[in-house]
């Protein structure tokens, strides 16, 4: 596969809100890949209004952690 560029993910806009990757793609749109696809293995960000792609560089350990919050209930008293 052909890329456009190889761009390291420190390079790259971090959106919380979609936790999607963005990059700036020459066309004026933006290079995107989720979260949960680099979490995946995936490294290629593709640019959803031209065919440029570019290879994700990161390391997955330094990915953003899933969100680690588990819902725990109190013990409820039944009575009779």
């Known amino acids: ?3 456009y ?3 390291e993910i420190e390079d790259m806009t971090f959106h919380e809100s ?3 990757y963005t990059y700036p793609c020459p066309c004026g749109d933006q290079f995107e890949i989720s979260l949960a ?3 995946d ?3 290629v960000a593709i640019c959803p ?3 440029l792609t570019i290879k994700v560089i990161f390391e997955a ?3 953003p952690k899933p969100d680690t919050e588990t819902t725990t209930t ?3 008293a039944v009575t009779a």
Do not use: Y
Request: charged residues 30%; negative net charge; aromatic residues 4%.
């Open 41 to 43: 293995g995936e490294e």
């Open 18 to 20: 979609t936790t999607l």
């Open 37 to 39: 696809d680099l979490r």
């Open 5 to 7: 560029d190889e761009i």
């Open 49 to 51: 209004s031209c065919s």
């Open 61 to 63: 350990d330094n990915l």
């Open 1 to 3: 596969m052909s890329f």
């Open 74 to 76: 109190a013990p409820v």
